[in-house]
């Protein structure tokens, strides 16, 4: 069965460090979202593509946090510099045209 | 301002009897509403999902109900299992984006 695989699925660093996390959706699926879940919340949509076009990023915090999908398949979200408080889980899905997102298993970040 | 709501952050069922998680939203653009089930260090999975034209939809052990006015849905587990303990979130969709709930964490004991 087909999967939106991410990369790490676990990651520890300190603050200020950069940090990258990699996502591949569901071949064929033009839609990516990148979502940040902080514990106990639910998940927050950070930024979205079509393609290898951003459709939303409205809640990115741009002036740290990167997003792109250049070829328009896997997807990179990059922090640079982290902070405590970007200690989250961070969410991949994908979509075909439907309503119905698949999620990936999750980047757990921790920053010390 | 939180446009999708879910106030019980957890519920406790015995095995076999009924569970009912329920949903509030705010927003009348929403059309179509979902329930996913997380487990720890897992991504969300799809459970069921509801057009804003039915008032319910049906598959095999849940069922989610919408009641519009209201701006209200439910999602019911029966008979409840064990493995059913999880994380559950509702999120409500318009156009191709979701908004999501903070969850209920369901613990179904044998």
């Known amino acids: 069965e087909a999967e939106v695989a991410q990369s790490p699925r676990y990651k520890i660093t300190e603050k200020s460090q950069a940090v990258a996390f990699w996502c591949d959706p569901i071949?064929?699926?033009?839609?990516l979202y990148w979502y940040r879940q902080i514990l106990g919340q639910g998940p927050e949509l950070l930024v979205q593509f079509q393609d290898e076009s951003v459709v939303d990023d409205s809640q990115l915090p741009k002036d740290r946090f990167s997003a792109e999908r250049l070829k328009g398949v896997d997807s990179t979200l990059k922090i640079q510099p982290a902070e405590l408080g970007d200690s989250a889980m961070y969410l991949c899905?994908?979509?075909?045209?439907?309503?119905?997102?698949?999620f990936g298993p999750g980047t757990r970040l921790t920053v010390l | 301002d939180q446009q999708v709501k879910q106030n019980s952050p957890s519920l406790s069922v015995q095995e076999g009897r009924i569970s009912i998680l329920n949903c509030d939203y705010t927003n009348s653009m929403f059309d179509y509403f979902l329930w996913y089930k997380k487990y720890p260090a897992e991504g969300p999975t799809f459970l069921i999902s509801i057009s804003s034209i039915k008032d319910k939809n049906e598959d095999g052990r849940f069922t989610v109900f919408l009641n519009k006015s209201a701006k209200h849905l439910s999602l019911h587990i029966v008979p409840s299992q064990p493995g059913d303990s999880a994380v559950y979130f509702c999120?409500?969709?318009?156009?191709?984006?979701?908004?999501f709930g903070g969850g209920t964490r369901l613990m179904v004991k044998p």
């Open positions: 071949s064929g699926h033009a839609t």
């Open positions: 899905a994908s979509s075909y045209r439907g309503n119905e997102q698949f």
């Open positions: 999120a409500a969709g318009a156009g191709n984006m979701l908004t």
